[in-house]
């Protein structure tokens, strides 16, 4: 049977991820595979914490860019993650798995607060816990909630599940020459300011000695291959 290296992990989805083939919104056969591929992870005993973007249904930036006060445009991005979020429950429940929705914006009516210690110990009883609302404040990304929520409930490691399969030292969707690291440092991402996450995110992993693991999300099986350690995508680390 494979065997974890990651007891705890942070999965970080951007809101694209769940647009699939829709021009907005939710594709729900996407839905549906990211529930199959976390129920599969779960079913090796790791425990899982999601972070989930917006994008898909509100851009923040995009709309603070086109004259909307920013810190209004990015509150509207956070309720868009808890559209996001509540669906992610919806679709792993349909499959029998056990989720909790804690939102870093209190809304009692449709999700628990984020309460850190009642987090981790719906981790420790084998729920997937999304935390909803990114860091609860403006000016911030889910990239660095995810980063945030991971080092707060002491994840093994974050995983960004993207659209490429790792970090490449130029756009890969752009440039037919793009190539992809197998492991870089924190530093080397910061200098060079590849697009991995925000400069924040990165620089609060760093500080703190997270892993974190960029990968392919649309590749069946890959969650789970990145938890148990297989060279899937690109580990970004403290030393090279
Ligand atoms: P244990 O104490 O470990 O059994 O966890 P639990 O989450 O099952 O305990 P609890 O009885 O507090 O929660 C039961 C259900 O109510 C769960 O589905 C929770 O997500 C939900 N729940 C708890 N607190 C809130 C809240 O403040 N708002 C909302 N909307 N749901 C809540």
Do not use: W
């Not at 090796?44 to 006060?69: K, Y």
């Not at 798995?97 to 850190?116: D, L, N």
């Not at 760093?206 to 590749?219: I, Q």
Request: charged residues 25%.
């Amino acid at each position: 049977m494979d065997k974890p290296v990651y007891k705890r992990i942070l999965l970080k989805l951007s809101g694209e991820v769940l647009l699939g083939k829709s021009a907005f919104g939710i594709d729900t056969d996407v839905l549906k595979f990211v529930a199959e591929e976390i129920g599969d992870v779960r079913t090796l005993g790791v425990q899982i914490g999601v972070v989930i973007g917006g994008g898909n249904i509100f851009r923040g930036v995009e709309a603070s860019a086109r004259g909307i006060d920013r810190a209004s445009a990015d509150y509207m991005g956070m309720l868009a993650t808890v559209m996001n979020s509540l669906a992610l429950q919806n679709a792993l429940e349909n499959r029998g798995i056990p989720t909790r929705v804690q939102s870093a914006i209190e809304m009692k009516e449709i999700a628990e607060p984020f309460i850190k210690r009642r987090a981790a110990r719906h981790l420790e009883k084998g729920r997937v816990v999304i935390f909803a609302c990114g860091t609860g404040s403006p000016y911030f990304t889910t990239d660095t909630a995810a980063s945030l929520r991971a080092m707060e409930m002491q994840a093994d490691a974050i995983l960004k599940a993207t659209k490429v399969d790792g970090v490449y030292d130029k756009d890969p969707v752009k440039e037919k020459d793009a190539r992809m690291f197998s492991k870089i440092s924190y530093t080397e991402v910061l200098t060079r300011n590849l697009k991995v996450m925000d400069s924040t995110a990165v620089s609060m992993c760093r500080d703190n000695n997270l892993p974190l693991v960029v990968f392919n999300l649309e590749k069946t099986g890959n969650i789970r291959g990145v938890v148990c350690g297989e060279p899937i995508g690109t580990i970004v680390g403290g030393e090279k």
